[in-house]
Every structure is written in structure tokens, then in C-alpha cells.
């Protein structure tokens, strides 16, 4: 068994060692080691529901593993939804080595103390040992994520006009079309202000590549780009895309697809990715006619945690 610490917030030292983990895990694996949602609470201090559970061995003077959890914002509708993502130092996934195990179930413990609720455990690049260490908390394979590759540049080229996002001006017209566009979405609907302003501090943020484009004299429709710089070479990402409902059925998702991926090939990118829901049939349809293939997949394992007696 390892101990394990649970964190409510973090120390600046306490923070420096995490994120030192966390970036070993990130190289090794050749993708970030926590998703944005849940980086932006760590490095932000968390919120209500957050909680990061450190794992240490005896006498390693740094933490061999970290889990982070995070309530759902619809907490209050009396189902409470927790996501959890758990990451193990490269050096310390060994056969036998339990230390992920421990986490999970640390995790498990802390939501049942918290009155329980329905779990998501998201793995990328789920393999076989996944699988038995979800079964084994009883949870089963969920919700899957494509991400999804092509290189650059593109055959076709958007044949819409778009323009740079500016910070301070369009804030509010852009979540009004992100919203109602992703009214159901369980990550990207329901964003306020504050989400936005976060992501536009993050050193990755280019208004340049928040590509918004109107009609009727309204925001119709936007594709919002990203650039990866790591291990030495850069790959462009649609990150987030979407018409407004209103303008739906007229092409817009495919031209805003191309208008990003002309935008990622003036900068001399060569690739472009994004992520897409398994069960989106129409937009996989769409990237797959663009040219884009599955690079992996990223997997949620699901279940519902028992609240504890007295939780």
C-alpha cells in the first residue's frame, strides 16, 4: 500500500512536485497527462469538489503517483457526477506495482464520503490492465473519445471569411453560440465567462487562431485552434468547433473545419488532430471525408459510487 495524501489545495512546493510528475508522465506518453478541465483546476487552486490524492513510496523524496478528482457543476440536481483521471510516474510502472490501484480506490473512498454519485475514470490509451483495475472498483468501459490525425496541409480550402477573435469584445456572443450549441455537452456546454477568461491567460491562448465567422450580422459559427509544442516538434489541433443551431444545415461545420486547418498550415504545421465523441456519427463522417484517421482513443470507465453511512 502506498500512502496517500488528499489535497484540497496544494502549496507552491506541493504544486512543483506535481507538476513535475505530471510532465515526466506527459513526455513518456507523448500526450498531456491530465486533461485541460482538470489542469486548469490544479494549477488554478481547484474549486468546489476538487481534490488532488498524492501517492508517495518510503524514502522517495518525490510523489510516485497523483489522482484528481472533480465534482460535476450539476451537483445540485441531487446526482452528482465526479470525474477522475489518475497519472503514475514512468518510473514506477512496474508488474505488481499497485500504485494507480491505491489511488482509484483512495479516489473511490473520498466520493463515498462525499455522498457518492456516478464516476468517470478516463484513460488514454486504455489497455488490458485498465480494464481490470476499473472492473476490479466495479466500474465498466463508457463514453469514448477519438483522437483523430491528419497531415498538413489539407487538399481543400475553406471558401468562408472569418475573423480573429478580440479578447475584452466578444466574449459574450461567443458563449451564447458555444452554449446552445453544446446544451448537452458533459465538458463544453454550460461555460461561463470565468471558463472563457481562463483559457485566455494560458500561455497556449492565440486570438489569431479563434476564428470566428458571422452572417446576418451575427455569429454564426466558430473554430477555435491550438498549437502543441512538445518533445521538440508542434501539432496544430481543432479544439474546439461548432455552428450556431440556427445555421445548421448549411456546410458551415465543414468550412470552419478547413478554414482551421488553413489557419494551422500558414504556420507551418505538419499535422493537425482533434478529438471527437465515438458516438458522433455525423461529425466522424465529416472528418473522415477531410481526410482525418483514428490515432487512438481515449476511454471512459463508469460507475456509481455508494454513498458512505454518515457521507
Same mark, same amino acid.
Given at each position: 500500500?502506498?500512502?496517500?495524501?488528499? #489535497?484540497?489545495?496544494? /502549496? %507552491? /512546493?506541493?504544486?512543483?512536485?506535481?507538476? %513535475?510528475?505530471?510532465?515526466?508522465?506527459?513526455?513518456? /506518453?507523448?500526450?498531456?497527462?491530465?486533461? +485541460?478541465?482538470a489542469w486548469l483546476d490544479l494549477v488554478q487552486g481547484g474549486r468546489e469538489g476538487f481534490a488532488g490524492l498524492v501517492a508517495w513510496e518510503p524514502d522517495h523524496p518525490h510523489p510516485v503517483g497523483y489522482a484528481q478528482v472533480s465534482l460535476g457543476d450539476n451537483a445540485g440536481a441531487g446526482h452528482a457526477s465526479w470525474a477522475l483521471e489518475v497519472v503514475v510516474d514512468p518510473h514506477h510502472r512496474t508488474p505488481g506495482n499497485t500504485v494507480a490501484d491505491d489511488l482509484v480506490n483512495g479516489a473511490i473512498d473520498l466520493i463515498a464520503a462525499e455522498g457518492g454519485g456516478h464516476l468517470h475514470l478516463?484513460?488514454? &490509451?486504455?489497455?488490458? $490492465?485498465?480494464? &481490470?483495475?476499473? #472492473?476490479?472498483?466495479?466500474?465498466?468501459?463508457? &463514453?469514448?473519445? $477519438?483522437?483523430?490525425?491528419r497531415h498538413l496541409p489539407a487538399e481543400a480550402h475553406a471558401s468562408i471569411t472569418t475573423t480573429p477573435f478580440r479578447p475584452g469584445q466578444d466574449e459574450q456572443a461567443w458563449l451564447e453560440v458555444n452554449n446552445r450549441a453544446f446544451h448537452?455537452?458533459? %465538458?463544453?456546454?454550460?461555460?461561463? +465567462?470565468?471558463?472563457?477568461?481562463? =483559457? +485566455?491567460?494560458?500561455?497556449?491562448?492565440?486570438?489569431?487562431?479563434?476564428?470566428?465567422?458571422?452572417? +446576418?450580422?451575427?455569429l454564426a459559427g466558430f473554430c477555435w485552434t491550438k498549437v502543441h509544442h512538445a518533445g521538440g516538434s508542434s501539432l496544430g489541433e481543432i479544439y474546439v468547433i461548432a455552428v450556431d443551431p440556427d445555421f445548421s444545415g448549411h456546410g458551415l461545420g465543414r468550412e470552419l473545419t478547413l478554414a482551421g486547418l488553413d489557419y494551422l498550415s500558414a504556420r507551418a504545421l505538419p499535422e493537425?488532430?482533434?478529438y471527437v465523441d465515438a458516438t458522433n456519427v455525423p461529425a466522424l463522417k465529416? $472528418?473522415?471525408?477531410?481526410?482525418?484517421?483514428?490515432?487512438?482513443?481515449? =476511454?471512459? $470507465?463508469?460507475?456509481?459510487?455508494?454513498? =458512505?453511512?454518515?457521507?
Amino acid at each position: 500500500m502506498h500512502q496517500i495524501q488528499v #489535497k484540497r489545495t496544494l /502549496d %507552491e /512546493d506541493e504544486l512543483a512536485a506535481v507538476t %513535475e510528475l505530471l510532465a515526466a508522465a506527459s513526455d513518456a /506518453d507523448a500526450h498531456p497527462a491530465l486533461g +485541460e478541465h482538470a489542469w486548469l483546476d490544479l494549477v488554478q487552486g481547484g474549486r468546489e469538489g476538487f481534490a488532488g490524492l498524492v501517492a508517495w513510496e518510503p524514502d522517495h523524496p518525490h510523489p510516485v503517483g497523483y489522482a484528481q478528482v472533480s465534482l460535476g457543476d450539476n451537483a445540485g440536481a441531487g446526482h452528482a457526477s465526479w470525474a477522475l483521471e489518475v497519472v503514475v510516474d514512468p518510473h514506477h510502472r512496474t508488474p505488481g506495482n499497485t500504485v494507480a490501484d491505491d489511488l482509484v480506490n483512495g479516489a473511490i473512498d473520498l466520493i463515498a464520503a462525499e455522498g457518492g454519485g456516478h464516476l468517470h475514470l478516463w484513460v488514454s &490509451r486504455p489497455a488490458p $490492465y485498465h480494464e &481490470r483495475m476499473a #472492473k476490479a472498483v466495479g466500474l465498466s468501459a463508457g &463514453r469514448a473519445l $477519438y483522437q483523430m490525425r491528419r497531415h498538413l496541409p489539407a487538399e481543400a480550402h475553406a471558401s468562408i471569411t472569418t475573423t480573429p477573435f478580440r479578447p475584452g469584445q466578444d466574449e459574450q456572443a461567443w458563449l451564447e453560440v458555444n452554449n446552445r450549441a453544446f446544451h448537452r455537452h458533459p %465538458e463544453q456546454g454550460g461555460w461561463t +465567462e470565468e471558463t472563457l477568461k481562463a =483559457r +485566455e491567460v494560458q500561455p497556449w491562448f492565440d486570438p489569431e487562431g479563434f476564428l470566428l465567422h458571422h452572417r +446576418e450580422g451575427r455569429l454564426a459559427g466558430f473554430c477555435w485552434t491550438k498549437v502543441h509544442h512538445a518533445g521538440g516538434s508542434s501539432l496544430g489541433e481543432i479544439y474546439v468547433i461548432a455552428v450556431d443551431p440556427d445555421f445548421s444545415g448549411h456546410g458551415l461545420g465543414r468550412e470552419l473545419t478547413l478554414a482551421g486547418l488553413d489557419y494551422l498550415s500558414a504556420r507551418a504545421l505538419p499535422e493537425a488532430m482533434l478529438y471527437v465523441d465515438a458516438t458522433n456519427v455525423p461529425a466522424l463522417k465529416l $472528418y473522415v471525408e477531410l481526410g482525418f484517421t483514428v490515432n487512438h482513443i481515449d =476511454r471512459a $470507465y463508469t460507475g456509481d459510487v455508494a454513498a =458512505r453511512d454518515g457521507g
